[in-house]
């Protein structure tokens, strides 16, 4: 099975690559980095929130144990660092 989120990114890197015009290629990987950046925030929120919601009764070890990360990285998600 591959991995549908991978393939549009190379799939998008492939087209950015072929535009002809430097400044336009330049233009053009500019907004897909943006693009990319907004959705990395959005995914690290969502894991922020997930580690402030297993914490609920729990140490910070349990919870990286849940997120197969350290204790203390588990914090640090947390607290969106």
Request: glycine share 6%.
């Amino acid at each position: 099975m591959t991995n549908a989120l991978t393939d549009t990114i190379t799939a998008a890197v492939e087209d950015v690559a072929a535009i002809a015009d430097p400044v336009e290629r330049y233009q053009k990987a500019r907004e897909r980095r943006t693009e990319l950046q907004s959705g990395d925030r959005s995914l690290r929120i969502i894991q922020q929130r997930v580690a402030q919601e297993l914490k609920d009764g729990r140490t910070w070890a349990e919870v990286g144990a849940l997120l197969d990360v350290s204790g203390s990285r588990a914090e640090q998600i947390a607290k969106g660092r």
